[in-house]
């Protein structure tokens, strides 16, 4: 009964125009508002796993890292434990440090991973080889697969034509008595396999080595480590695996899974995520004060309908509700057509990619979008309250009203 007497109303010709104009306007700053809201939440989501997908050729799906200091020890029988968990696919250890490249006239501060041969199991890195192949060599003749930065920034040249490329690499050793700060150093020789390139973040910083050829650089035990990255046969195991982990190892170690190994990464997307999206909710507020203004003046023009409803016996909620269906069917039309038109926009970005991103730095050119109910959810929820809110002081206005018959 409500939305009919709403229905007649948005339909029917008013003494003044400018409530038909202001209901429009209203109508159409929601639809344009809500439209921008899923488009802005969808191409995040399009972002957000685009970038997931390549840390995750990064981050494995644990990390065991020492709670204080660079490195931990680990018992041959504690990794047997470890690798006797049923959930764990495959463990990697790993010897890490800060180290200075020297490539002739070239110098640049790399993060030196010494990774061991479980490492192709565990991560993605080796399936973003750009030139060359993912060939680490051994202690006696370490290789190395660099980043694209850091490649660039080394003058490092992979080619048959000049042979295989010799550069100096040096490292802090970790535990030294003297005094000699030179003594505190050593200096290798290692020669490029590979390039990868993921990120900017890992291409610029990072080199992969074997461990063995840290660990002797560094002066590390054997049984010493700086991480142990691990694969899972399904990533819903991570909170079991955490735990059954730290229970074999006991205090001293600190687990995280992908999210919290660049946690401020993440963090950073979702609050910009919903930055925007509320800047976006700022322009709803907006069509609020329209659609206060519209009512307003249409229970103003009602005056004589709202008596008449009166006199028939309608009591003041009856015609409350009578006027908040008005707003609220302003409200869902607005609504409607802003998600569909979202939606449509969203499935053509999908189909046929025709929005393109500027530049050709990109590792895509195009916005990519995906869909996710929650974001329908709230989006339409966040409308139909502001819509709610601001239809509820005319709707109040209209009950108060006295009876007048004329």
Same mark, same amino acid.
């Given at each position: 009964?409500?939305?009919?007497?709403?229905?007649?109303?948005?339909?029917?010709?008013?003494?003044?125009?400018?409530?038909?104009?202001?209901?429009?306007?209203?109508?159409?700053? /929601?639809?344009?508002?809500?439209?921008?809201? /899923?488009?802005?939440?969808?191409?995040?989501?399009?972002?957000?796993?685009? $970038?997931?997908?390549?840390?995750?050729?990064?981050? *494995?799906?644990?990390?065991?890292?020492?709670?204080?200091?660079?490195?931990?020890?680990?018992?041959?029988?504690?990794?047997?434990?470890?690798?006797?968990?049923?959930?764990?696919?495959?463990?990697?250890?790993?010897?890490?440090?800060?180290?200075?490249?020297?490539?002739?006239?070239?110098? #640049?501060?790399?993060?030196?991973?010494?990774?061991?041969?479980?490492?192709?199991? =565990?991560?993605?890195?080796?399936?973003?080889?750009?030139?060359?192949?993912?060939?680490?060599?051994?202690?006696?003749?370490? !290789?190395?697969?660099? +980043?694209?930065?850091?490649?660039?920034?080394?003058?490092?040249?992979?080619?048959?034509?000049?042979?295989?490329?010799?550069?100096? $690499?040096? !490292?802090?050793? #970790?535990?030294?008595?003297?005094?000699?700060?030179?003594? @505190?150093?050593?200096? +290798?020789?290692? #020669?490029?396999?590979? $390039?990868? @390139?993921?990120?900017?973040?890992?291409?610029?910083?990072?080199?992969?080595?074997?461990?063995?050829?840290?660990?002797?650089?560094? +002066?590390?035990?054997?049984?010493?480590?700086?991480?142990?990255?691990?694969?899972?046969?399904?990533?819903?195991?991570?909170?079991?695996?955490?735990?059954?982990?730290?229970?074999?190892?006991?205090?001293?170690? =600190?687990?995280?899974?992908?999210?919290?190994?660049?946690?401020?990464?993440?963090?950073?997307?979702?609050?910009?995520?919903?930055?925007?999206?509320? =800047?976006?909710? !700022?322009?709803? /507020?907006?069509?609020?004060?329209?659609?206060?203004?519209?009512?307003?003046?249409?229970?103003?023009?009602?005056?004589?309908?709202?008596?008449?409803?009166?006199?028939? +016996?309608? #009591?003041?909620?009856?015609?409350?509700?009578?006027?908040?269906?008005?707003? !609220?069917?302003?409200?869902?039309?607005?609504?409607?057509?802003?998600?569909? *038109?979202?939606?449509?926009?969203?499935?053509?970005? =999908?189909?046929?990619?025709?929005?393109?991103?500027?530049?050709?730095?990109?590792?895509?050119?195009?916005?990519?979008?995906?869909?996710?109910? $929650?974001?329908?959810?709230?989006?339409?929820?966040?409308?139909?309250? /502001?819509?709610?809110?601001?239809?509820?002081?005319?709707?109040?206005?209209?009950?108060?009203?006295?009876?007048?018959?004329?």
């Amino acid at each position: 009964m409500y939305l009919n007497f709403a229905w007649r109303y948005f339909n029917a010709k008013k003494s003044a125009n400018a409530i038909n104009i202001i209901a429009w306007v209203t109508t159409g700053v /929601i639809a344009f508002a809500t439209c921008c809201q /899923i488009l802005v939440l969808s191409v995040y989501n399009g972002f957000e796993d685009l $970038v997931k997908s390549l840390y995750s050729s990064f981050y *494995t799906d644990l990390k065991i890292v020492p709670e204080t200091g660079k490195t931990f020890f680990l018992s041959p029988d504690k990794i047997k434990q470890l690798k006797n968990i049923h959930q764990i696919s495959g463990i990697s250890f790993i010897a890490e440090e800060k180290a200075l490249l020297q490539n002739g006239t070239f110098q #640049s501060v790399i993060q030196l991973k010494g990774v061991d041969n479980n490492f192709n199991n =565990v991560s993605g890195l080796p399936k973003r080889i750009t030139k060359g192949n993912f060939n680490i060599g051994n202690a006696e003749n370490p !290789l190395m697969v660099v +980043g694209s930065g850091v490649q660039y920034a080394s003058g490092i040249r992979l080619s048959n034509e000049f042979g295989e490329e010799k550069m100096a $690499v040096i !490292l802090p050793k #970790s535990r030294v008595s003297d005094n000699d700060p030179l003594q @505190s150093l050593s200096e +290798g020789i290692i #020669s490029p396999a590979g $390039v990868f @390139s993921v990120q900017q973040e890992f291409d610029n910083a990072y080199a992969i080595t074997n461990i063995d050829f840290v660990k002797q650089q560094t +002066g590390l035990s054997n049984d010493e480590y700086a991480a142990a990255e691990i694969k899972l046969l399904n990533e819903k195991d991570v909170v079991l695996v955490k735990k059954e982990i730290l229970k074999i190892l006991g205090e001293g170690f =600190v687990v995280k899974n992908r999210y919290q190994q660049n946690s401020n990464l993440y963090n950073t997307m979702e609050t910009e995520k919903w930055v925007i999206y509320a =800047v976006l909710t !700022l322009i709803l /507020i907006i069509a609020a004060f329209n659609m206060l203004s519209s009512l307003t003046m249409l229970v103003l023009e009602k005056k004589q309908d709202i008596s008449i409803l009166q006199s028939m +016996g309608a #009591s003041s909620l009856q015609i409350k509700k009578i006027f908040l269906s008005e707003g !609220l069917l302003l409200g869902s039309i607005g609504t409607f057509i802003g998600v569909i *038109t979202a939606s449509v926009i969203c499935y053509l970005q =999908v189909t046929f990619k025709f929005i393109k991103i500027g530049g050709a730095s990109f590792l895509i050119d195009y916005f990519p979008v995906k869909f996710l109910a $929650v974001d329908y959810i709230i989006v339409i929820s966040t409308a139909m309250l /502001i819509v709610m809110i601001s239809s509820w002081a005319p709707a109040a206005k209209a009950s108060r009203q006295s009876l007048e018959l004329k």
